[in-house]
């Protein structure tokens, strides 16, 4: 009975790497889309990550959110498109993660266009802003996962979504 146990170990361990799902490595590509959180709307997001290094990549990124809310006895509309570029640092060697999970954290940098009305005192101007995030991925296959990422600055709050192997 412990040979059985020891060789189905194994046999376990050895399906596990065979289909490593991430991080993306050298030359790797996904995409990732979803909704995000924060304390103006619900942004939603779509961008990819393409593997630089077995332990690095950069993408592009591009969001949206429109907030609607009542101040000043007025209803306000506000809005903002991101186009945004980032680079992350993934974990998985470092911490010797299992293959199904992906932890990683970086920066983005990207050109953030809000659409405030010129009147409102808390109306933002468009520029340039630089949010730093940290998240991770669970694959469910070789092919499919969803994420989970949390960042600060100008950005979301944070975001949630799939990601898909290319």
């Not at 006895?73 to 903002?80: E, F, P, V």
């Amino acid at each position: 009975m412990k040979k059985l146990t020891l060789i189905g170990s194994f046999l376990i361990l050895g399906l596990t790497l065979a289909f490593a799902q991430a991080p993306p490595g050298k030359g790797g590509k996904q995409l990732n889309a979803g909704l995000g959180f924060s304390n103006w709307g619900v942004p939603v997001y779509v961008g990819a990550d393409f593997g630089v290094h077995k332990d690095i990549t950069i993408g592009p990124k591009l969001s949206y959110r429109n907030y609607r809310y009542r101040a000043l006895g007025a209803d306000w509309d506000q809005s903002l498109i991101v186009l945004a570029f980032n680079g992350n640092y993934h974990f998985n060697t470092l911490f010797n993660m299992p293959s199904e999970w992906n932890f990683y954290a970086g920066l983005t940098l990207g050109y953030y266009i809000w659409s405030d009305l010129d009147d409102y005192p808390d109306a933002r101007g468009s520029g340039i802003g630089l949010d730093a995030q940290i998240g991770g991925r669970y694959f469910f296959s070789d092919k499919f996962g969803v994420n989970l990422e949390f960042g600060g600055g100008t950005g979301a709050g944070g975001s949630f979504g799939i990601t898909i192997k290319l």
